[in-house]
């Protein structure tokens, strides 16, 4: 008798603990940073050769009801090689961006141990030789979308304590030049990342 009662009460305490986590609203701001692997399509002018790149950044999260809203804000570096067909010419090309994720998830899991999972629209905002880290950060911000580069990230993650690993994919809903005015493409970015948080309330 007194192992059931005991049972009964463990399971209620740790059902009300799971409740009470995923419905009372919470906030975390933390860092992140990690690798990515871009693709870009040949397109019968360049045959293109993929390479790594970079992120790193910061990211926001506010919970409630199991759910969680993710704004992140980072700096992340695109890059290929860019090789003629006829072999007469070969690059390295680099896009460097600030990147804006607006991202909707949940969570499975309590007690600092869990799965993540995760979908959004993507922001970017080029910076180059006509636009400086500050302005492209400062249309990020703003969210100046008419100098944006759109697309779609998907992923899932794990949270251990204060750390967080996550995978994701990101397609381009619109093409963007490169190499030369003939040469348009949608961006996909398959991306790896270790994030860390800072504090929560």
Known sequence: ??????????????????????????????VKGGLNYTAFPSNGIFNN???????????ARVGGLGFNFQPEL?????????????NSAEN???????????????????????????????????????QSVGDATSDATRLNYKSANYGIQVGAGVDIKSFSVDLRYEGGLNKIAYGNDNSHTRVNVFSL???YKLFSL
């Open 92 to 130: 390295k090309a680099k896009f460097t961006s600030i990147d804006v994720p607006l991202l909707l998830g949940g969570k499975i899991g309590a007690f600092g141990l869990g799965g993540r999972f995760y979908a959004g629209p993507v922001l970017s905002f080029a910076v180059d030789k006509n």
């Open 74 to 86: 980072y700096l992340t570096s695109k890059n290929i090689n860019v090789k003629a067909d006829d």
């Open 1 to 30: 008798m007194k192992k059931t009662i005991i049972l009964t009460l463990s399971i209620s305490l740790f059902t009300i603990g799971i409740a009470s986590a995923q419905i009372i609203p919470s906030f975390s701001f933390g």
């Open 193 to 195: 990342a270790l994030a």
């Open 49 to 59: 050769s993929n390479r790594a790149g970079y992120l790193a950044g910061f990211w």
